[in-house]
Structure formats: C-alpha cells, structure tokens
C-alpha cells in the first residue's frame, strides 16, 4: 500500500501526507482504499464512496467542532482528488 497520494509520487511525499493525514484520520481508510485500486475488483466509484464514507466516520469521532470541520474539508478534498485523478491508479496492481 501507498499510503495518502498517488502511486507515482515520490515516496518521501507520500510519507509526508500520509503523516499529515493521519492527525485527521485512520490509516485503514486508505489502505482499504489502495487495496481496492490495486485489486481493481470492485468499481472505482465504489472503492471512492467507501474511502469518504470512512473518512467522514473519522471526522465524526474527533471531539472538537473545528476538527470536525478540518476532517470534513480534508475528506471532501481527498475524495475529490481520487474522482479526478485515480483513473491513473486504478487497476494498476501493487507499486
């Protein structure tokens, strides 16, 4: 698994987001998320939705309003981000 950005990103930056993010979330989310694209058996779209649906589960546990806020913002920009650009991952097996 990847971690938080895309496959072809350096290794070091993938680190650093995925530093970044787990402040926000539980890495589960994208490792379930990497596996769905590596394994490319269940549709895109629906390995997308189970990656914002977890994410917003997280931001749902935070205890503060502001946090809460900041997950919400970061999943939507996430989730986007994947709808954008995760054709150029998808289905390409492990990196």
Known sequence: MNGVGPAW???WLRAI???FSAMFFDEAGWREHDQGYQLATTPRWLCDLRFLQAMVRDAS???RAIKIAACCALA???WAMVRLFGWASYGRGAR
Do not use: D, I, V
């Open 9 to 11: 990103a350096p290794a």
């Open 17 to 19: 987001f995925t530093w």
């Open 61 to 63: 546990h935070q205890h």
């Open 76 to 78: 939507l920009t996430f």
